[in-house]
């Protein structure tokens, strides 16, 4: 069934409106998480600004709420909804970058492996996540833990402007300059506020070769190699990143075959400086102990940066949780040792990122994004392919996450959180002071919380404090 307003949106867009009737909508509506199933009544996917102008203004005219998807990898399918209007950008994927200014622009559909390609032409890096097929959009506006954090920070605190629709159809830019409350709410506030079309990073030389790579440990000494990093993180260089990861060894070439599907402890590393000088600093966690695999070799910064994608595929049933546990003694050790021998299904990840170093020193009320501590976060990443299998999995993730919970405070990542957690995570996330001030930037941009399906902040109801 179609409309004249219908039909006047259509005739409006440059991009492409998408229908239940039409054929492609089952694959268009897909999002990176198979476990979202969703149906929005429309789908626009915009080519440019003027169709998000377009669509906004058909949605307020029917009374539709909105989800906006970028990259669509939201694990809690914000890059979607049911019965609302759809505003897919992944299609406006543009990167531009001014190697004498070291910025990057990106369009908000871009990918980190479309920032990653373009701004490694010229030597360039922008700070941004672990699976290359992220988008820049999602990960940025809460926050972006990633690869390079130690010496650069987080992607927020690299983004220098947005470019903004707000829901009545303004164009807003915001910066250190221009807007400057919004600008402090988008680092880190979510897609509460508008429909960002553009990003500006501030860009490192970085690349084009880094020294990266895997240890990996029989599971079994996942103890002994907690506590090293646990003793040894804060006496690295920043240029040097380190997590443990539990999984099992990926069927790749360059692993050997004899050690394929093994469940492991691993160090996981990647060095943002000299390669020369990398090979001395990675030394003594090479040292350590008696490895079943050394992977570690100088690769191309793009490669780094892919090289958790096997162990995230697309079209996987998908539940994580993540926990910032401000210890990491012997019990917090012994808790994820235990959880990670015990993983439920061949494809789900645990990972332990310290969080320290560059992200720790921005002033705790420079951005939105709300944890400056110094501290540990644990990152499970349940994920397997039989949707028979979900009970079963979300369970022992719902289990785990408790475990972790018993160390921590409540705050977590909430880019790696599962819909039904998030919402109960928000509030421990940002203090009721943080809130306060972010009801407010949302209550004058969206004061009728038309963008709701995200890691949603009400508007505040006293409208005279604007």
């Known amino acids: 069934m179609t409309s004249p ?164 159809g303004e164009l807003v830019t915001a910066s250190a300059e221009q807007n400057t409350e919004l600008f402090w709410a988008v680092r880190g506030g979510g897609g509460n506020f508008g429909v960002v079309t553009s990003f500006e990073y501030r860009a490192h030389l970085v690349g084009p070769m880094m020294l990266a790579g895997i240890v990996a440990y029989p599971v079994e000494e996942a103890a002994a190699v907690l506590e090293f990093l646990h003793d040894e993180i804060a006496a690295t260089p920043d240029e040097l990143s380190t997590d443990v990861v539990f999984l099992r060894v990926p069927r790749l070439e360059f692993f050997p075959e004899e050690h394929q599907g093994r469940p492991v402890v691993a160090f996981f590393l990647r060095y943002a400086g000299d390669v020369e000088e990398g090979w001395e600093v990675v030394r003594r966690f090479r040292e350590f102990g008696e490895p079943l695999i050394d992977a570690i070799a100088p690769m191309p910064l793009v490669h780094v940066q892919a090289m958790l994608d096997p162990a995230n595929p697309r079209d996987h049933q998908q539940y994580w949780t993540s926990e910032f546990l401000p210890r990491f003694g012997p019990a917090e050790r012994e808790t994820v040792a235990r959880i990670g021998a015990d993983l439920p299904s061949p494809e789900t ?100 919380n038309l963008l709701r399906f995200n890691h949603n902040i009400p508007p505040s109801p006293a409208r005279e404090e604007r």
């Open 5 to 168: 307003a219908l039909e006047q949106l259509r005739a409006a867009l440059r991009g492409q409106l998408i229908t239940p009737a039409d054929p492609e909508y089952d694959t268009v509506r897909r999002v990176f998480n198979a476990m979202i199933d969703r149906r929005p009544a429309l789908i626009v996917r915009c080519l440019g600004t003027a169709d998000v102008l377009a669509a906004l203004a058909y949605a307020r005219e029917a009374g539709l709420p909105v989800a906006v998807r970028g990259g669509g990898h939201s694990i809690a399918g914000h890059g979607t909804c049911d019965g609302g209007l759809l505003v897919d950008l992944s299609l406006m994927r543009a990167v531009h970058v001014d190697p004498a200014r070291r910025t990057v622009r990106a369009q908000a559909g871009a990918t980190l492996g479309d920032v990653d390609r373009e701004s490694q032409v010229h030597g360039l890096a922008v700070p941004s996540g672990q699976v290359s097929e992220t988008g820049i959009a999602g990960l940025t506006l809460s926050g972006g833990m990633g690869m390079l954090q130690r010496k650069y920070g987080l992607t927020c605190d690299n983004l220098l402007s947005v470019d903004m629709v707000t829901v009545n």
């Open 349 to 448: 990840v645990l990972q332990v990122i310290p969080f320290d170093a560059e992200p720790t020193r921005i002033p705790a009320d420079a951005t939105a994004f709300a944890h400056r501590e110094e501290s540990w976060l644990i990152h499970i990443v349940g994920q397997w392919a039989d949707p028979a299998d979900n009970d079963r999995c979300r369970s022992w993730v719902r289990e785990a996450g408790a475990d972790l919970r018993a160390f921590g405070t409540g705050a977590a990542y909430l880019n790696l959180l599962s819909e039904d957690d998030a919402d109960m995570r928000v509030s421990a996330f940002w203090n009721d002071t943080r809130l306060r001030r972010l009801a407010k930037v949302k209550a004058q941009y969206d004061p009728d």
